[in-house]
């Protein structure tokens, strides 16, 4: 029998009075796929920073390849052979793809930086991973999608033994999935041990070797992925059971328009869409990475510029580029990047929800934040929203789990009354029992009257939440569905319409 790559005995951490780990043992064989699963806050990612070197275990040990492991930081694990692809992305924006991919080391010639050798080196890393991109571009005219790519393609570049893989299909389109599903079977070919973490349990089901599953830091089954399907994972994820993944629909009168666009474009991006979304509907937008979903919810709401085209809320036409009028308004946005544009990480959770209703809480003659009734309000959402957390009013919100962060990015809208959700990937990277959370959240909108604007990457989300679904293509609106008409390859097939050229 081989020796493990990896392995991990009683491994324990905590922070303060809170065991985020407690007593994990697991095993990670050359060329395994090693698929870590659990609800967000079951330790899943405490326990890829302590194998990565960014936390220290507080009791237990590791081994690689037989001889003791206990790296000091990230750059002592990556020299013993542990790379880590985090959740999130460790890219600078403002430096291009070469420049990201060399600066743990820069090719010199002559003492200066040698930029040919850096640009060639880009190259055949961005092959690995089978990425068409110039290196020279910069990180910030990527998509989500290929900067997770070339985070992937700078790990690989150290020639790891053990690959860690945070989330690393939340901001991949589907084609894109697939091939990291092909880079992945390369890898078991080559002998690296990857450590994958997900969300997304029927990709984990289907091309994982063995699961390990988490609830509460502690590790509640170990076995073969042919073992496990989603409805025995669940009930050992969450500690009980979701018996529908979506939550169960309840006849709703649609209402007037509350929010029309019409005929916005931007070149290059946005082609002449127009669309209307009505009071208490769930309208989906579905579509690839590339499509032109998020910028038009962008455009929508007034953050980004477009050349034409009006967008009007309760019949009334908004300014182009001032989401202050749009909030006024009753619109509100909830970005698919919810820590870099959706939340303040150190302010509190209270001040983040309080964010767009201040004026709300600012009653006295001279203005002044009621702090105490920001507080009672948050509590309330908390409660309602069963956000796990400690205290709102001094609890920086970065302290949170992914799911619970974006439930606070959806409490901030809640508290604002707004009429018009227009919500980017809203569970992105977030767990399945957070995930019904969320959904109920949506559902419980569109019933009491808001129109919804879901944009989502994954088709069965639409389908399960939506009652109309617009597709778009290369920029422009390719086909709509009504409830009755969807069709997952239908909807696929339009998807792909403008890349092939025909619909069908």
Same mark, same amino acid.
């Given at each position: ?48 920073? +302590?194998?990565?070197?960014? !936390? ?16 000091? &930081? $990230? ?7 542990? $790379? ?9 924006? &403002? ?5 990201? !991919?060399?600066? =743990? ?37 990527? =998509? ?7 985070? /992937? ?76 399907? /989603? $409805? ?42 127009? @669309? ?36 009007? /809320? ?16 009753? !619109? ?31 009653? =006295? ?21 069963? +956000? ?65 604007? @879901? ?50």
């Amino acid at each position: 029998m081989s020796t493990p790559t990896l392995e991990l005995a009683g491994i324990e951490k905590r922070f303060g009075e809170h065991r985020a780990v407690r007593a994990v043992s697991l095993a990670c064989e050359p060329g395994e796929i090693l698929g870590l699963v659990g609800e967000n806050g079951a330790g899943k990612s405490t326990l890829l920073n +302590i194998i990565g070197g960014v !936390l220290r275990a507080d009791a237990g040990a590791m081994r690689l390849a037989g001889q003791s492991y206990a790296p000091s &930081n $990230a750059a002592s694990a990556l020299a013993a052979g542990v $790379a880590f692809v985090h959740q999130e992305l460790n890219l600078f924006a &403002n430096l291009s793809v070469a420049e990201n !991919l060399s600066l =743990s080391a820069l090719p010199t010639r002559g003492g200066l930086i040698c930029r040919r050798r850096m640009r060639e080196r880009a190259a055949e890393a961005l092959c690995a991973v089978e990425l068409n991109l110039d290196p020279t571009l910069p990180v910030a005219s990527l =998509s989500p999608g290929e900067r997770q790519l070339v985070e /992937i393609a700078k790990a690989l570049m150290s020639r790891p033994r053990v690959l860690l893989l945070d989330e690393p299909t939340s901001s991949l389109t589907e084609r894109e999935t697939q091939l990291l599903t092909e880079l992945m079977q390369r890898w078991k070919r080559e002998g690296i041990a990857v450590v994958y973490v997900s969300h997304q349990l029927e990709h984990v089901l289907r091309h994982c070797d063995r699961l390990v599953v988490l609830r509460d830091g502690a590790v509640q089954a170990v076995g073969a992925a042919r073992e496990f399907d /989603i $409805a025995r994972l669940i009930p050992l994820m969450v500690g009980r059971s979701l018996d529908h993944q979506f939550p169960p629909r309840t006849p709703r009168r649609m209402g007037p328009p509350v929010l029309e666009a019409r005929g916005l474009s931007r070149a290059g991006v946005v082609r002449n869409v127009s @669309l209307q979304l009505r009071q208490g509907e769930i309208l989906g937008i579905a579509g690839l990475m590339g499509a032109g979903r998020s910028e038009l919810a962008r455009m929508i709401f007034g953050l980004d510029a477009r050349d034409a085209g009006e967008v009007f /809320i309760g019949g009334q036409r908004l300014p182009p580029r001032s989401p202050r009028a749009s909030v006024a308004r009753g !619109l509100a946005f909830a970005s698919e990047d919810r820590r870099h544009e959706g939340l303040l990480l150190d302010a509190t959770i209270a001040d983040n929800m309080s964010l767009a209703s201040l004026e709300r809480f600012a009653t =006295s003659p001279l203005r002044r934040i009621d702090h105490q009734r920001i507080a009672a309000a948050a509590d309330e959402l908390v409660s309602r929203l069963s +956000i796990s957390c400690r205290d709102v009013r001094r609890q920086a919100v970065r302290t949170l789990s992914g799911g619970n962060q974006q439930k606070v990015v959806l409490a901030r809208w809640l508290m604002r009354d707004a009429q018009v959700l227009l919500l980017d990937e809203p569970t992105r990277g977030v767990d399945v029992g957070s995930r019904q959370h969320v959904y109920e959240l949506i559902r419980q909108a569109a019933a009491r009257g808001a129109g919804v604007l @879901l944009i989502s990457s994954e088709i069965e989300e639409l389908l399960g939440m939506c009652d109309r679904i617009l597709v778009l293509s290369a920029g422009a609106v390719q086909a709509e569905f009504e409830r009755e008409d969807f069709n997952r390859d239908t909807l696929m097939a339009a998807a792909f319409a403008a890349v092939r050229g025909r619909y069908s």
